[in-house]
Nanobody
């Protein structure tokens, strides 16, 4: 049974930083791509970033490029999202997801397991 557990969310002022973590268990972590999504109140879930199985390929939504960095540690079976220069519009529940394959994509269709989410609130 796959489990994804996010942590690291919280309240931060605009311009600040947070690092989200997602600890995975249940299947061979290094065999799957990983992604981060977010959902703000009243909005649809949105793709944020993704990384392939080995960590040498990443992909970001335009709105976070240059501010967010996705990375992974296969030995620790954990994926991270370093978020810098946070803006109030980054406020959302952030979810990590595990891909169905070694790759990744910007659609939730690519992912078959999801975490429970962690709240990120950026105050102005």
């Amino acid at each position: 049974q796959v489990q994804l557990v996010e942590s690291g969310g919280g309240l931060v002022q605009a311009g600040g930083s947070l690092r989200l973590s997602c600890a995975a268990s249940g299947r061979t972590f290094s065999s799957y791509g990983m992604g981060w999504f977010r959902q703000a109140p009243g909005k649809e879930r949105e793709f944020v970033a993704a990384i392939n199985w080995s960590g040498d390929r990443t992909y970001y939504v335009d709105s976070v490029k240059g501010r967010f960095t996705i990375s992974r540690d296969n030995a620790k079976t954990t994926v991270y999202l370093q978020m810098n220069s946070l803006k109030p519009e980054d406020t959302a529940v952030y979810y990590c997801a595990q891909s169905k394959t070694t790759g990744y994509g910007p659609s939730s269709w690519y992912y078959d397991y999801w975490g429970q989410g962690t709240q990120v609130t950026v105050s102005s």
